[in-house]
């Protein structure tokens, strides 16, 4: 029996459209049949036409998926492909998270013009970033260098280093990946000095609660290991009311039964990091993530709202 036409939707930033178009390939190919059985449908989002302030001064991640989410309730796309790391913590009680696709690399990528590094970067350089946590952990390993909003799409912030419009960003090497441009890429950046964004990397798809038959025909798509992972992450996430206005950073890895966890929360200035590690049963992500937010909260003297 072929599967049901369905309609993604998704936002129009090429990142995103990468993302909807290997999720539609995906499907094709797990219940073989052609791409144009599925439409892929662009939803302006509010925080893609925001580009003159942070979006933590905007409404935080929501801003992502609003829209995207009445499209859902409102049945005019029967799923929705994001970026796992615009999520926001908390959904429409009409939508769930039907999984993930499997994770690409989570690293950030270092962009510096002519080949410079962050540790080879002169004093008083300028790196442009739209991530609070990004800024906060250049300033923590580099005190001297300045930090300045930049917005924009992926090519966008290339192009601004490329012309010296900033000396440097900081990008997700798997939507460098995706958009194949990592050859763009001048230092991959550890993940012990740059943890990332929780979700980073990985690719979600939100279905409508009462959707059976959509959330059946993704499932072959669908990661478990990915899924455990996130949920351990966005449990840390949502312990600590966690959004764009805190500099927060979370990844968790698993491997077979086991699942490894490590979080961070940054004053914004880079000037103190509270991290947390665990170790437990992956069937125990979410407990393993809520318990790992609630030790952070409970070592910050002024609480997450200290750190702004």
């Not at 005019?76 to 009680?93: E, G, M, N, Q, R």
Request: hydrophobic content about 45%; glycine content about 10%.
């Amino acid at each position: 029996m072929t599967v049901k036409s369905l309609r993604i939707g998704t936002r129009g930033s090429p990142l995103a459209l990468a993302q909807a178009r290997m999720t539609r390939a995906a499907l094709a190919r797990a219940h073989g049949v052609n791409e144009d059985h599925f439409t892929i449908e662009i939803i302006k989002t509010t925080g893609d036409q925001i580009q003159d302030r942070p979006l933590s001064e905007a409404g935080g991640k929501g801003l992502f998926t609003k829209e995207l989410d009445s499209a859902l309730i409102a049945g005019a796309i029967d799923f929705a492909v994001h970026s796992s790391k615009d999520l926001p913590t908390y959904l429409p009680a009409e939508i769930v998270i039907a999984g993930f696709l499997p994770r690409e690399d989570p690293r950030d990528a270092w962009i510096g013009r002519d080949g410079l590094t962050i540790d080879t970067l002169p004093k008083g350089a300028v790196v442009g970033t739209a991530s609070l946590r990004r800024a906060a952990q250049v300033k923590r390993k580099r005190p001297d260098l300045q930090t300045t909003l930049l917005r924009g799409n992926v090519e966008t912030r290339l192009r601004k280093v490329k012309e010296g419009e900033i000396d440097a960003t900081l990008l997700a090497l798997a939507g460098l990946k995706r958009l194949g441009l990592a050859e763009h890429a001048t230092a991959l950046l550890s993940l012990e000095d740059f943890p990332p964004a929780a979700g980073q990397g990985a690719i979600g798809l939100t279905a409508r609660a009462d959707d059976a038959v959509t959330r059946a025909a993704l499932a072959p798509l669908l990661d478990a290991a990915t899924a455990q992972a996130l949920a351990a992450e966005r449990a840390f996430l949502s312990a600590l009311d966690g959004s764009c206005r805190t500099p927060i950073a979370g990844l968790a890895r698993v491997e077979g039964d086991h699942l490894s966890f490590y979080g961070e929360v940054i004053k914004v200035d880079g000037g103190e990091t509270y991290h947390v590690r665990r170790e437990g049963r992956a069937i125990d992500a979410a407990l393993i993530g809520a318990d790992a937010g609630k030790e952070i909260i409970l070592r910050l003297p002024h609480g997450v709202a200290g750190l702004m």
